[in-house]
């Protein structure tokens, strides 16, 4: 994984799918966590952003995934355990296999190493807690073109 631990904070570099499908998209989280996140994860050293998605779709989720375009490039500010976070996340649109909705499942559970994760679909216009929250507002309308959206935006 792509992380960098300095006095003043850590850096990482993630990836992420957006996947929507009929209103709903597919979130995730730790249990027991409270809030949601794009699913994906960090890349790898020499690993391109793509497959890094495929991989981790399938390793977390059993889920084999077609990466589509590069939707937001993001700079993503944020405390979590007393550790400061400097993120650059890559977002791109994904299309899951039509059986990741067998029977209308709107939750399932996967696996990230020995802790369990829950992915849910979620209704674009009853989004739960949801990190980086800026993109809550967004999911909805996807950009034509790609974004690079810093957040929280830098002080004026």
Known sequence: ?????????????????????????????????????????????????????????LEEAGLHVNVGRLVWVTENFFAENNIRYHEIGLYFE?????????????????????????????PLDDLPMFQPQFLAGRLARLPTATEHVVDPPPLS
Not at 3 to 27: E, K, M, N, Q, W
């Open 94 to 122: 994904m299309n899951t296999p039509t059986d990741s909705l067998t029977g209308r499942r709107l939750s399932f559970l996967g696996q990230e190493g020995a802790e369990s994760i829950e992915f849910r679909w979620c």
């Open 1 to 57: 994984m792509i992380i960098l631990d300095t006095p003043s904070g850590r850096f990482t570099y993630r990836v992420a799918g957006i996947a929507i499908v009929d209103g709903h998209v597919l979130l995730h989280k730790a249990v027991g966590q409270d809030y949601w996140i794009l699913p994906g994860g960090r890349a790898e050293l020499m690993e391109q952003a793509s497959a890094t998605l495929r991989r981790e779709m």
